[in-house]
């Protein structure tokens, strides 16, 4: 086999057989793009970092989220059909922006393109906890939780519960005309709850628990907004405290376990919920089943003012409870929240988050870190030491896992720029498959611009002070 | 936005007539006439609406199954987007999209029942990549809004919601799907429209009703009239008719099984 060039032919044809996946190596959607590198994994796919070179928009940069063929070999994931049909129809400055849906027919493989934002909620708290090692200044707080709900408020009133928020679905805007906005991210698992054809809880799907409302935790059968807002109020406090506010451990079961540990987490900052102040408590199947443990009453201590650290007669505290009140009923709305006085106090929230008023320092906040040894197959690729022949050296790593042999296997590592390796083992983001066989990488040619990233990667334990290992998977 | 119709892609991708009673040209090349073009999509949404029945799906996901097939061939020819695929694997991807999601191997299996050409072939692989394909060619638009649910809101606040007429009115909501009006005008004028008619028909005085409705009713009319032309046309030499245009496509479709053409609410 030749170089990538010489295999066009062959490839070519291939494709034509497939509905026309591409014409060279790199299928022709992709052409409009450079890939940079992967940036997240999760269940569903991958996500890639790319800049787009068609003119007028050179050097975008764009989050591409790669759907996998289904392992149960039907279809396109029902998760990426919702994501994308709600997000065909969604346009809001404070939700993430899809601009773009590709289909490769060659390997059944579907990519969302999206605006791309530097950071998220969940790498801001991380950099505060364990690196710069205080609060996140007042502004910043308030500008990212108004735009939270600013999205939020959008989604509600047209009939959409996000239903999976968590910090590092927030995202913010890096450098640019949009520095410092929140976009709302990864509408997987997002719903119209208009009219659903069967009970919303039916789904079978399992999110992160320590963002999850108590009436889900109770067994809820039907979601409302509410869950957002109980979402909300979780995330609020953990940009107060920088800490997650409830951090069950999570039983890991299907379908739906019961939560115990969680809600005892809640409980114990909150107090029991009483039939008092949530008289549909009673209807709740946990609450009915589980009465030894859950209506045992052991805590009475109202003490979440203590918890995030501020006077209960503070706005920021008033807001704070009402986002965490039991009964979803009573639990304040997006829309009641934004006018909330917390809100019409200084510092007043701002457009651009990240940029406080002046004279206050502005936190540079890590870029995302990117594994630039991925291309868009999720397949690491050694860069040999002519980048020429790079064909030949990439066919020779493939696992062979896509099952479109005939493509792939002598598929150049597309448009990647080589980069150094060092910490390449923390980012744990390619599992087994990055580098098996511990083969030392090509050094890069253009270490400078990413120096940044690399020297935030190689530090991979960091007294992760609550998170455990592995809690988190990038969505976006 | 979802759940908006007037914000919704759905209402901004609307077409005039004109737009949608076009033949594309591969077609036309075979010869296919605009008439026919219209049967063998009514032909497809029978198809569907039949097959729906042996893989049990609500009706809601049948109407956005018929909707994807026709927005399919606003853009693309039957020629080169066999109809045999294309109409079971909308209905396969409206399942999805309306969560009521039905394996590949469960529609292969009903499509397999259904009466067809020993000759055609129709696998799991053949549904998943029509499904991507049905994905580019609707552009990713998948929210589709229907006359139902205004239906039963109007037939409420006319006072009109008894079993007979709720009936008659859904039946020929139904039936609008073997037209392509879903791609043309709201689905409250659709809605309001098969009002009207039922109306006639069962002798109801609507009249002030309409009146209070701040709605165009020239518009209401004419597609009233366009409903019942399309009765009207076909109750003569359905099965003969689509024969001939089956003929035309030749090798393409003339497998597509054929439908003993029953409108619900004749």
Redesign the interface.
Known sequence: MGDGSGNRGVTHSNNNN??GGGTSNKPEWLQQYDLIGKIGEGTYGLVFLARTKTPGNRGKSIAIKKFK?SK?????S?TA??E???L????HENVVKLVN?H?N?AD?S?YLAFDYAEHDLYEIIRHHRDKVNHAINQYTVKSLLWQLLNGLNYLHS???IHRDLKPSNILVMGDGEEQGVVKIADFGLAR?Y?????PLSE?GVVVTIWYRAPELLLGAKHYTSAVDMWAVGCIFAELLTLKPLFQGAEVKATPNPFQLDQLDKIFKVLGHPTLEKWPTLANLPHWQQDSQHIQGHKYDSHGLHSFVHLSPKSPAYDLLSKMLEYDPRKRITAAQALEHEYFRIEPLPGRNGLVPFQGEKVVNYPTRPVDTTTDFEGTTSLQPSQPVSSGNAVSGNMPGAHGVPSRNATRPPMGMQRMPPQGMAGYNLAGGVMNPGGIPMQRGVNPQAHQQQQLRRKDPGMGMSGYPPQQKQRRM | MAANFWTSSHYKQLLDQEEVDVVHPLDKEKGITLAEFKLLKMHMANYIWKLATHVKVRQRVVATAVTYMRRVYTRKSLSEYDPRHVAPTCLYLAAKAEESTVQARLLVFYVKKMPTDEKFRFEIKDVLEMEMKILEAINYYLVVFHPYRSLSQLLQDAALNDISMTQLTWGLVNDTYRMDLILVHPPHLIALACIYIASVLRDKDTTSWFEELRVDMNVVKNISIEILDFYENHRINMEERLNVAMAKLGSTIHNLEILQLTPTSY
Not at chain 1, 88 to 91: A, T, Y
Not at chain 1, 194 to 198: E, H, N, S
């Open positions: 497939n509905g063929q149960d070999g039907d279809g396109v029902p059909i919702r994308i049909m709600l065909r129809e969604i346009s849906v289909i027919h059944m579907l047209n009939w959409i119209i208009q009219a659903p054809l069967k789904n």
